[in-house]
T-cell receptor, first 115, second 114 residues
Framework: AQTVTQSQPEMSVQEAETVTLSCTYD???????LFWYKQPPSRQMILVIR??????QNATENRFSVNFQKAAKSFSLKISDSQLGDTAMYFC????????????FGPGTRLSVLP | GAGVSQTPSNKVTEKGKYVELRCDPI?????LYWYRQSLGQGPEFLIY????????DSGLPNDRFFAVRPEGSVSTLKIQRTERGDSAVYLC????????????FGEGSRLTVL
């Protein structure tokens, strides 16, 4: 079974500072994809960033970047220059090539950006 | 439509009643997913459609839950004989069907079973 763990239920960061959210996963698969999704209070989940396991280069999207450590099965999200609009729940998600379209989500980290 | 639309946004029902939740995906998206999100938890997979057929329904918790997508667009999640434990936010997502592409989520339907 594939599992995703997020060990930080809640985090806070000052506006303009940098914060890192942790994610680890467990799988025996070699080909898979990892995602970070953001869920603001409106409830609508939005894709933040995506990483293919076969790519060694860490994905980057503007202020968002990941640190993907395949051997350690770790996939952390770094948010630089945090903004008030970054306040949300953040979910790490995983899908393996051989598991159809069953995306597995972690329990989430609630991030609060403080003014 | 411009985004994934889910109705109703909130539904309160009594234990034992029948409930239908509707999802209208992004136009042209062939893949449609239902997830259930309990308070303080991440989304839990229920069922995935590719076109009209349920390609994977392994996440449906029991036979009280059923979903259809008769014309390959709008989907309805049906819950019979609701129980208090069914209370959750039911999320629908669609994608273009590209392998492991981005999921586009609706705002969810919050179901409360009294």
């Amino acid at each position: 079974a594939q599992t995703v763990t997020q060990s930080q239920p809640e985090m806070s960061v000052q506006e303009a500072e940098t914060v890192t959210l942790s994610c680890t996963y467990d799988t025996s698969e070699n080909n898979y994809y990892l995602f970070w999704y953001k869920q603001p209070p409106s409830r609508q989940m939005i894709l933040v960033i995506r990483q293919e396991a076969y790519k060694q280069q860490n994905a980057t999207e503007n202020r968002f970047s990941v640190n993907f450590q395949k051997a350690a099965k770790s996939f952390s999200l770094k948010i630089s220059d945090s903004q008030l609009g970054d306040t949300a729940m953040y979910f790490c998600a995983f899908i393996a090539d051989n598991y159809g379209q069953n995306f597995v989500f972690g329990p989430g980290t609630r991030l609060s950006v403080l003014p | 439509g411009a985004g994934v639309s889910q109705t109703p946004s909130n539904k309160v029902t009594e234990k034992g009643k029948y409930v239908e939740l509707r999802c209208d995906p992004i136009s042209g998206h062939t893949a449609l997913y239902w997830y259930r999100q309990s308070l303080g938890q991440g989304p839990e997979f229920l069922i995935y459609f590719q076109g009209t057929g349920a390609a994977d329904d392994s996440g449906l918790p029991n036979d009280r839950f059923f979903a259809v997508r008769p014309e390959g667009s709008v989907s309805t999640l049906k819950i019979q004989r609701t129980e208090r434990g069914d209370s959750a936010v039911y999320l629908c997502a669609s994608s273009s069907g590209t392998v492991h592409g981005e999921l586009f989520f609706g705002e969810g339907s919050r179901l409360t079973v009294l």
